[in-house]
Structures are given as structure tokens and as C-alpha cells.
């Protein structure tokens, strides 16, 4: 079984699409994350959600729309996609945050192409 | 600002070559270092997480250890399929992982 799984694996779309994308965890964690890889690898976090209510918004566009309808689903809204949107999008999960003990799970990616 | 720094960007060993992956590291009171493995097309992997200097910790054929500035991951006569790009992370604050860029680590049969 998945951990974390997300949806779609790979999508390819023109720019100011709106698209989203979906994720869903098997863990019973309570806090979940949306992380955005670059094209030089870096992974930065976007957004977290503890039990469905929005702790971390990391200065992202106001295009990028998070929706947690419970605590074992995390949905990313795109709206008006540029060609800088172009990345790896990461859901995760964990317990609790970070905290002692606690380990961030990542599902397989996301991999977006504006073109 | 909290910042974490991996060197070597690149590194190409030999079957059975020992070596050590770095991590640097500076934040503001360390409340966990994580290391991932990433292969390519997929998500980070967990590996491993240290909390206080001189911690070390092992899994296989790698061994990570923590001073207060840096981390280092040792890999141990290392094998093809440990090829992979290693991510080093710190938190910061509750919810947070700062990542490093990674190294890009290929063992040559």
C-alpha cells in the first residue's frame, strides 16, 4: 500500500490553465505538506495543514489554493498557470509537524509542465 | 536566516570506494537534522534524523553523524544501487524542513 499517494503523476498543460492536483495519505497522520522542487533540485516547503487547518503558507502566489476537506487529504488549486510554475510538486506527511520523533513521509511527486 | 549547504554537488565513486557526503548547516538552535535519499522520478525517502552533537546513526551501509556545524554521511564500501541524490535537512520551527540542494552521489561497478 501507498503511503502517500498523489495525483496526477505527470500532467502537461498550456499557460493559464487551471489545474489541481491530489493527494491523499494511509498514515492516520494529522499534518500534511505541499513542497515544490525546482529545476535545481532544491525542495521548499509551500504549504502545511494540521488536522485540516492552514499552519505554514510560505509566501506563495495567491494562484497556488490549498484544500484539505479532511485530515487524510491535502489538494493543490492551480489557477492561471505561468511557465514558471514548471516543477516537481511533493505531498508529504508526518505525525505531529516535525517534532521529536516525528518523520516526513513524501509521496512520489508531481511532475507539472507548463508550456 | 536558517541555511543548509551539501558538498560535493557531484560525486562519482567506484564499487567498494568509501567516502563522505557533507552537510553544513546554520540555524538557530537545532531541533533535528534529517537525511533523505531521492532516486530519480521518485520522492525523498527517509533515512535518518539526529538531534544533538555527536549523535550517529546507521542503516546498512551508511552512517550519518552531527557536530554542531555540520553532518556528515558516510557511505561504506558502497554499491551501484546505493546511486541516488542524498538530501540533508534541518527543521525549523514546528512544521518545517529547510533543505540542502543535495549531492548526487553514482557508484561505478
Known amino acids: 500500500d501507498t503511503a502517500v499517494s498523489q495525483t496526477p503523476k505527470y500532467l502537461v498543460t498550456q499557460m493559464g490553465n487551471d489545474k489541481s492536483i491530489k493527494c491523499e495519505q494511509n498514515?492516520?497522520?494529522?499534518?500534511m505538506y505541499w513542497y515544490k522542487q525546482d529545476s535545481k533540485k532544491f525542495l521548499k516547503i509551500m504549504f502545511s495543514?494540521?488536522?485540516?487547518?492552514?499552519?505554514i503558507n510560505e509566501t506563495v502566489p495567491n494562484r497556488f489554493s490549498p484544500k484539505s476537506p479532511d485530515k487524510a487529504h491535502l489538494n493543490l488549486h492551480i489557477n492561471s498557470l505561468e511557465l514558471g510554475d514548471s516543477a516537481v510538486y511533493f505531498c508529504a506527511s508526518s505525525e505531529k509537524g516535525t517534532g521529536s520523533g516525528n518523520t516526513i513521509y513524501f509521496g512520489e511527486g508531481s511532475w507539472l509542465t507548463v508550456v | 536566516e536558517d541555511q543548509v549547504t551539501q558538498s560535493p554537488e557531484a560525486l562519482r565513486l567506484q564499487e567498494g570506494e568509501s567516502s563522505s557526503l557533507n552537510c553544513s548547516y546554520t540555524v538557530s538552535g537545532l531541533r533535528g537534522l534529517f537525511w533523505y535519499r531521492q532516486d530519480p522520478g521518485k520522492g525523498p525517502e527517509f533515512l535518518f534524523t539526529?538531534?544533538?552533537a555527536g549523535e550517529e546513526k546507521e542503516k546498512e551501509r551508511l552512517k550519518a553523524t552531527l557536530t554542531k556545524k555540520e553532518s556528515f554521511l558516510h557511505i561504506t564500501a558502497p554499491k551501484p544501487e546505493d546511486s541516488a541524490t542524498y538530501l540533508c535537512a534541518v527543521r525549523q520551527g514546528a512544521q518545517k524542513l529547510v533543505f540542502g540542494q543535495g549531492t548526487r552521489l553514482t557508484i561505478n561497478p
Open positions: 539526529l538531534y544533538s
Open positions: 495543514y494540521n488536522n485540516k487547518e492552514l499552519i
Open positions: 498514515l492516520g497522520h494529522d499534518t
